[in-house]
């Protein structure tokens, strides 16, 4: 069975960057999408980033709170990937999961990825604060 692991979260300061890593072990990610996905305190948890499987088109999408910060990428032979997040608010601030999607794409909207991530890692606490 497929575990997620995420890590790389920690606290920085606005502006401030981190990367955080999905390690995921069992089958191959080869026809899977992935995704980001955070929750803050008192908020329901809600997508970040996706992106499709590496043999599909490449398609790639973003929150629009995080577009231009944040960049999303695989390394599938090492069953991981990333989350580069750049220019950090105190707003992007709450537990960030990844996700593997049990079909090749991300989907219409982020509840439908939602529904069809079959897999979740257990989260990395991301703080910005000065």
């Known amino acids: 069975q497929l575990q997620l692991v995420e890590s790389g979260g920690g606290l920085v300061q606005p502006g401030g960057s981190l990367r955080l890593s999905c390690a995921a072990s069992g089958n191959s990610l080869e026809y899977n999408a992935v995704a980001w996905f955070r929750q803050a305190p008192g908020k329901e948890r809600e997508g970040v980033s996706c992106?499709?499987?590496?043999?599909?088109?490449?398609?790639?999408y973003y929150a629009d709170s995080v577009k231009g910060r944040f960049t999303i990428s695989r390394d599938d032979p090492k069953n991981t990937w990333y989350l580069q997040m750049d220019n950090l608010k105190s707003e992007d601030t709450g537990t960030y999961y990844c996700?593997?999607?049990?079909?090749?794409?991300?989907?219409?909207?982020?509840?439908?990825?939602?529904?069809?991530?079959?897999?979740w890692g257990q989260g990395t606490q991301v703080t910005v604060a000065s």
């Open positions: 992106i499709s499987s590496s043999r599909s088109q490449g398609w790639i």
């Open positions: 996700g593997r999607q049990h079909r090749s794409f991300c989907g219409s909207n982020w509840s439908e990825t939602a529904r069809y991530s079959d897999s």
